[in-house]
């Protein structure tokens, strides 16, 4: 496709459901970011993909998050066990390089709802 | 911690006026210096980017300025109009390809 493609736009989920958010890159960006966005607030780094290793998983709120990219294309985030405060809106962005300077090109997002 | 302080959270201006939003960080490794635009239900949008060795950079009614001894930097939007009204992020990015962003600007330009 032209654009980061996420899916599902949207989804609510009940307390303590699992949930696998898609994220489909730009073909042929070897990099691959998930951020997440509260409510009013800026965007929180929380994993990045290099290929289909994530050399930096730091940004994952706990061992309830996961995400795994396959084939250096589509990424899952899987959030296990869901809270209430996981509700947010979840940004995946690629970029043909890492490094600075890259631009990274986002999606528009995930919005996800804990109720 | 947040590495990257904005303001104001959110400002008006009239149509045909001067938009500035300030950022400050902390993080001296920071070299590069964006800012994303986002419209509503829409992923953030690169809009322009400096590095610290020039202290201004303009592409067309947008103007960053990059003060480093300050640790500051701002943009601003000239001839603000309505088609601008979205939310602005400043951000720091280093060698470590993660950007660090502010917590958002939401301009709202009044026709």
């Known amino acids: 496709g032209a654009g980061v493609s996420q899916s599902p736009s949207n989804k609510v989920t009940e307390k303590g459901k699992d949930v696998e958010l898609r994220c489909d890159p730009i073909?042929?960006?070897?990099?691959l970011y998930w951020y997440r966005q509260r409510l009013g607030q800026g965007l929180e780094f929380l994993i990045y993909f290099q290929g289909n290793s994530a050399p930096d998983k730091s940004g994952l709120p706990s061992d309830r998050f996961s995400a795994e990219r396959t084939g250096e294309s589509v990424s899952t985030l899987t959030i296990q066990r869901t809270q209430q405060e996981d509700s947010a809106v979840y940004l995946c962005a690629s970029s043909w390089v890492s490094g600075s300077g890259t631009e990274a090109f986002f999606g528009q997002g995930t919005r996800l709802t804990v109720v | 911690q947040q590495q990257v302080k904005q303001s104001p959270q959110s400002l008006i201006v009239q149509k045909g006026g001067i938009s500035i939003i300030n950022c400050a960080y902390e993080n001296t490794a920071f070299d590069y210096f964006p800012w994303y635009q986002q419209f509503p239900g829409k992923g953030p949008a690169l809009l322009i980017a400096?590095?610290?060795?020039?202290s201004e950079k303009k592409e067309g009614r947008f103007t960053i300025s990059f003060n480093k001894s300050a640790k500051q930097f701002s943009l601003h939007i000239m001839d603000s109009q309505p088609g601008d009204s979205a939310t602005y992020f400043c951000?720091?990015?280093?060698?470590?390809?993660?950007?660090?962003f502010g917590a958002g600007t939401t301009v709202t330009v009044r026709a």
């Open positions: 951000a720091g990015g280093s060698n470590d390809y993660k950007l660090s």
């Open positions: 400096i590095r610290p060795d020039v």
């Open positions: 073909s042929g960006h070897t990099a």
